[in-house]
């Protein structure tokens, strides 16, 4: 008879595979609320210590941390002398360990979970029995996951287990303790205010979903959701209401599309095209905080992502299914808007509220490269505390509102990075150029509306007075830049020769 030590935390599904693994031959090995459930369904179960002939111990810290247990489970058959020592210590082998741990993701993720209830909840018997199976897979068949139930009984009635099938799973439960490991590492480093970069890196995610294909189609792609105690909320908690499944670039798009509009505090609709800032408003209300983001540029907008801050009514769900959209994304639609918009069948409509992200500190962004990652504090903050007007014409109220928005833009905007606006509007947008005269240029150049009595921003200082004399010829009354260059005194004289008014904000927003 074979032995099969089960101790899961979650139970879906364990009462109908053992049974099955009664069926096949095997003797049902267990403890505390596991064996209660397998015995309250009928089934023989040899509690644990019945084989270490010692109590269970410390409120339950202590079970199968034990000899009996470990050696049933590493012994390797092959080995004779394995075998001869087991035997004369009167162990049995242990071939089926079916374990899950303790629910530690979903108690640090409770609000308030105190810290002593995050400690109980690292399991030290469980990893400790899976990595002993997996280690010792050529002998012992290891279960981690509810969902391999079906396929594990599929192998051993048809008599199919093979190597690779073991080394799967095997492989399944490293993942698993890996992943485990690095929930508890976080949420320690989090509550000791360790350092965000440590010597020694680990990552928690989880799949989401497969993807069609990646950034293009000869490319594999997945979605993960991070996983930490900090539950960041992000587009894996959107609700999908209509459309198709979301793409590699959908998904990619979405997230710039939030990452700007969460800026915002007024009704403000942001329009996105290749995870580029296509057209931003902020109006009275969120029909005309779309009106003007889609007037900044309507070629561009085609195809491209919608978010906005404000729940969707009739007259803009009309002005956003007028137009060719991946996506709209706002925190709610009113029930004739939402019927609208689900008459286009393949616009993805996403429900989700950015105002649920505003408040988390997510404090690290990561960048791959090859062979490691890039990783930086989030660029949370928007001006610095020391921000000047250099110019001799000081900005008026209005001036600087406006700036204040071209200049929110303009920090999402990729690098170099020039925004002109009017009346809370994006006109023009320069970004991803080698040259900030040439990103310049391109943002007047674009604008559909004159720029006469527009502001302008740009993401870091000019090293030329090249832009500050096209921006002149625009028309723009006011500028906002970090400052910083060696020809700060130069530009400032020219400002001053066209009676532009500058303001130095003492930060940078590079984005590349």
Known sequence: ????????????????????????????????????????????????????????????????????????????????????????????????????????????????????????????????????AAKNHEDVLVVVNPEDYSGVLNALKEKSVTHVFRRELALKVFEHTAFYDALISDYLREQVDGDVFPQKMTLAYEKVQDMRYGENPHQRGAFYREVSSKNIRGLADAKQLHGKELSFNNINDANAALGLLNEFEKPTAVAVKHATPCGVGVGIDIFHAFEKANACDPVSIFGGVVALNRPVDLETAEKLGSIFLEIIIAPDFEADALEHLMRKKNVRILKFDVADTQSQNQIVDLKKVTGGILIQDQDSKLMAEDMKVMTERIPTKQEMEEMTFAWTVCKHVKSNGIVISKNGMTLGLGQGQ?????????????????????????DAFFPFADAVELAAKAGVTAIIQPGGSVRDAEIIEVANQYGIAMVFTGMRHFKH
């Open 1 to 132: 008879m074979q032995n099969a030590l089960i101790s899961v935390s979650d139970k879906t599904g364990i009462v109908e595979f053992a049974k099955e693994l009664v069926n096949l031959g095997f003797r049902l090995i267990s403890t505390g609320g596991t064996e209660s459930v397998l015995k309250a369904s009928g089934l023989d179960v040899v509690n644990v210590s019945e084989i270490t002939h010692f109590p269970e111990c410390l409120n339950g810290r202590v079970k199968t941390l034990h000899p009996a247990v470990h050696a049933g489970i590493l012994a390797r058959r092959n080995l004779k002398d394995h075998m001869n020592q087991i035997q004369d210590l009167g162990i049995e082998t242990i071939d089926l360990v079916v374990i899950n741990l303790y629910p530690f993701a979903e108690t640090i993720q409770k609000p308030k979970v105190s810290f002593e209830e995050a400690i109980e909840n690292i399991d030290i018997g469980g990893p400790t029995m899976l990595r002993s």
């Open 434 to 458: 080698v040259s900030r005269v040439w990103a310049s240029e391109a943002a007047v150049g674009h604008s559909n509306f004159p720029t006469k009595g527009s502001v302008l921003a740009s």
